[in-house]
């Protein structure tokens, strides 16, 4: 049984103009140790996943349908108090800007020992001990000083390895992370990917990583799931995805980033951009934007398909994958 | 590589530039720049905190080119962009823009040469005025610097340009915030194209954008400049964006320039150990496993630099002469221009 279970989760926003559906019957699952990657472009429906699983909607958001099993208890139907206890206990979230986990008035070492505090029944001095033991394991010099110090004494780097120390306090099953690394320099990127891909290792804790990059998902996760419009379009192994992408919007994206093609030569670009919630096409949502958009890509939303290893959300699907769509 | 680049950018050059032809000679060079930030402290004080941004960088950008600017946040790309475009005084050093010296140069002086030097920012949407329709945004450069042009002529000039960018010219009455990012970003370029720049220095301009959307900026910024025949000042941190669109690359470590050096020649073989470690951070499509950079500890200050070589705490390579000495960019046998000792002294 997987440690994650999402099955057709679906998120609405009631507004003034109607009910926003944020996410569309989104299904995936995270392995015990397994590192999971939700990729996708700005309003895709990422974020609006994990705070569903969290329980950290924000008004008038909810869930309308679909569960979130976790460790035998479905997410989807806890209490406030209950959902507390789970988060940043069983569950941590790494988000992108530090200073959403980070209190700027207090020392790294006050936050880290009441976090486990709130957890965990152990005296300072324990709490303590475990804090700059994790303090060590993201690598931050000299941990016992820096107990002592305030997030803004910090470089944003090593805030967020501080961040990836607390998410690790309570010896987590599941860790989030929503575009840790994106306001960060590609060396402290690499830095910190390697340090998150090697401590999942080595406690055996899952990951569910968002962003946008693609190249750090093929680099970090080992399944992945794309997200267009609030739905799943294709998911399956990474190595898999990122080599033999069905969908033409994985498709697209893929053959979009520079660095793929010769020097100085046109991009690949994908015409248009991603409609708002608003404003969804009937159909396949990515039709007008699809360069194998038939008529019938207009009518029905495709079903999520397997073939072969991959899910792939697509009316022509079968001909892509044999090569023999035009 | 011809003589006249290695005097424009070596260090070396500072002062006088040696005559050339002014065909030949780069279009904007950058010679022996510094720029220092004094910061509030008290007036008793008697040092002052100085952020020490920009320390003796000197190069030249030539006719044509996309020169693209790369380091880490914080190592001085936006403030030597913004110098070179007069938005900034220097503290040292001097910026020339077709032979003609341009910095500290005053508002009439100046106008001809505002013209010729257009910008594009980040955040299409806060450098879009939010109360003012696409029109007349495009065309308030237009009535600047051209006065007396027909409006019939101005109705044209912004049409042509904005189908050159392949934006809808009946996006004239709209407002910003109807568009996308992208679109926002492609209105911005139709902005600066608008008065005929020679030289478009572009910061960031794409990584507020999704990678779908990022490729039709590209794409857009690439066909301009070869029916323009424009001149490019790029910065990013995207260096996979680098590899594609530049013609040569500057890489930037703590205000200084560590490495110049054609995009061909960086990638394939990078000198200086900062730019090595750099290009090997960058993640791609790969199965492989991402690797730690091996780049131990932090940036340091600018408001303290290390003694000798600003990256030298930091290297791999580093002796007790990278500590005391400031390494002078080097020109080698393929033009590639290195400031290390390391390099220089065949330890590289
Ligand atoms: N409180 C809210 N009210 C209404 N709509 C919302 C709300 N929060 C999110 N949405 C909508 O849900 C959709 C998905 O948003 P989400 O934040 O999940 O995108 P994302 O994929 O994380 O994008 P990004 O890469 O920009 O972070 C968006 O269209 C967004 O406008
Ligand atoms: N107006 C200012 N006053 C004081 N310091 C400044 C000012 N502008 C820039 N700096 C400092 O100068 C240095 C260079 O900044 P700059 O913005 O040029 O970096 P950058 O390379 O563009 O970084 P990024 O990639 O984050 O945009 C930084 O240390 C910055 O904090
Ligand atoms: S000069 Fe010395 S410290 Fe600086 S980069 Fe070269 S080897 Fe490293
Ligand atoms: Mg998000
Ligand atoms: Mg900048």
Not at chain 1, 104 to 133: C, F, W
Not at chain 2, 169 to 178: L, Q, V
Request: glycine letters at 8%; a neutral charge.
């Amino acid at each position: 049984m997987p440690l994650l279970d999402v099955r057709d989760l679906r998120v609405e926003f009631p507004t003034r103009h109607g009910v926003l559906t944020a996410l569309h019957d989104v299904s995936f699952s995270v392995d015990k140790g397994e590192r999971l990657g939700i990729v996708g472009e700005s309003g895709a429906g990422k974020s609006v996943a994990a705070f569903a699983i969290l329980n950290l909607l924000s008004r008038p958001g909810r869930i309308t349908g679909g569960r979130i099993l976790f460790e035998d208890r479905d997410l989807a139907t806890l209490s406030r108090a209950d959902m507390r206890a789970i988060r940043g206990d069983r569950i941590s979230m790494i988000f992108q800007d530090p200073m959403m986990t980070l209190n700027p008035v207090l020392t790294i070492g006050t936050q880290m020992v009441e976090t486990l505090k709130a957890h965990r029944d152990i005296s300072d001095a324990e709490a303590r001990r475990i804090a700059i033991q994790r303090l060590g394991e993201v690598k931050i010099p000299s941990p016992e000083k820096r107990m002592a110090s305030y997030p803004h004494e910090l470089s944003g780097g090593m805030r967020q390895r501080v961040v990836i120390a607390i998410a690790l306090l309570t010896e987590p099953a599941l860790i989030i992370a929503d575009e840790p690394t994106t306001a960060l320099d590609v060396t402290i990127q690499a830095e910190i990917m390697s340090l998150m891909l090697d401590l999942c290792r080595t406690h055996g804790v899952g990951l569910i990583l968002i962003t946008h990059d693609l190249a750090v998902v093929s680099q970090v996760t080992q399944r992945v799931v794309v997200l267009y419009a609030g739905r799943v379009v294709e998911s399956g192994q990474t190595a898999r995805v990122v080599q033999n992408p069905v969908h033409p919007y994985t498709r697209g994206l893929l053959s979009a980033l520079p660095g793929e093609g010769e020097p100085g030569a046109r991009l690949n670009q994908i015409r248009g951009s991603m409609p708002p919630l608003t404003a969804i096409p009937p159909g396949c949502a990515f039709h007008p934007r699809c360069d194998y958009a038939e008529e019938r890509c207009r009518v029905g939303v495709p079903p999520l398909d397997v073939i072969e290893d991959h899910n792939v959300r697509c009316t022509r699907a079968r001909e892509l994958i044999r090569g023999v769509a035009a | 590589m011809s003589g006249h680049t290695q005097t424009a950018a070596a260090p070396a050059a500072s002062g006088t530039t040696a005559p050339a032809a002014v065909a030949d000679r780069p279009l904007v060079e950058v010679d022996g720049l510094i720029k220092h930030f004094d910061l509030g402290g008290h007036f008793l004080q008697r040092e002052r905190p100085t952020v020490k941004a920009i320390n003796d960088v000197s190069l030249g950008i030539r006719r044509g080119e996309a020169f693209c600017l790369v380091g880490e946040s914080g190592c001085g790309k936006s403030t030597l962009a913004r110098i070179v475009m007069g938005l900034l005084d220097p503290t040292g050093g001097a910026i020339r823009f077709d032979g003609t010296r341009i910095d500290g140069l005053k508002h009439t002086a100046r106008k001809p040469f505002h013209r010729r030097m257009q910008m594009i920012f980040q955040n299409p949407y806060a450098s879009l005025n939010p109360r003012r329709t696409v029109q007349k945004t495009l065309e308030e450069p237009l009535r600047f610097h051209f006065p007396n042009l027909s409006d019939a002529d101005v109705k044209t000039k912004v049409e042509q340009v904005m189908v050159s960018v392949g934006n809808d010219p009946s996006w004239g009455t709209r407002y910003p915030h109807e568009f996308s990012g992208g679109q926002r970003q492609r209105i911005s370029i139709a902005r600066a194209l608008m008065v005929d720049p020679d030289f478009v220095v572009a910061d960031e301009p794409i990584s507020a954008l999704d990678v779908s959307i990022q490729a039709q900026v590209l794409n857009v910024m690439m066909d301009t400049q070869e029916a323009r025949d424009l001149t490019y000042l790029f910065i990013t941190h995207d260096l996979s964006v680098v590899r594609h669109f530049g013609t040569r690359v500057g890489v930037m470590y703590l205000g200084t320039l560590c490495e110049l050096a054609d995009t061909a020649t960086l990638f394939e073989n990078p000198r200086h150990p900062y730019t090595r470690i750099l290009l090997s951070a960058i993640p791609r499509i790969s199965t492989e496993e991402m690797k730690p950079p091996g780049l131990p500890g932090e940036v340091p200050s600018a408001m303290n630099l290390p003694s000798g070589c600003v990256f030298h705490d930091r290297c791999p390579l580093a002796n007790a002469r990278c500590s005391a000495e400031v390494p002078r960019a080097q020109c080698q046998a393929d033009g590639t221009l290195v400031a290390c000792h390391a390099v220089e002294e065949g330890r590289g």
